[in-house]
């Protein structure tokens, strides 16, 4: 990850670490569900937001035009 990533990185793996990677317990009701739900939809958008951040935005910025 790029600089000012670092604190995200580590407040996720935290979450990983609280949510069993984000997988409800079995006997989760349906609201428990679909937190869990929610929670991997913001994974994975913030995952795609660091992705591209990283390896389209900044390296086409610090490419050089001719």
């Known amino acids: 990850m790029q600089r ?3 604190t995200v990185e580590i407040q996720l793996e935290e979450l990983l670490a609280l949510t069993n990677n984000i997988t409800p317990p079995a006997d989760a009701c349906n609201t428990w569900r679909a937190l869990y739900r929610g929670l991997l939809e913001f994974r994975d958008d913030l995952m795609q937001h660091i992705h591209l ?3 389209v935005l900044f390296v ?3 490419t050089p035009r001719h």
């Open 60 to 62: 086409n910025a610090l």
């Open 53 to 55: 951040e990283n390896n």
């Open 4 to 6: 000012g990533w670092g």
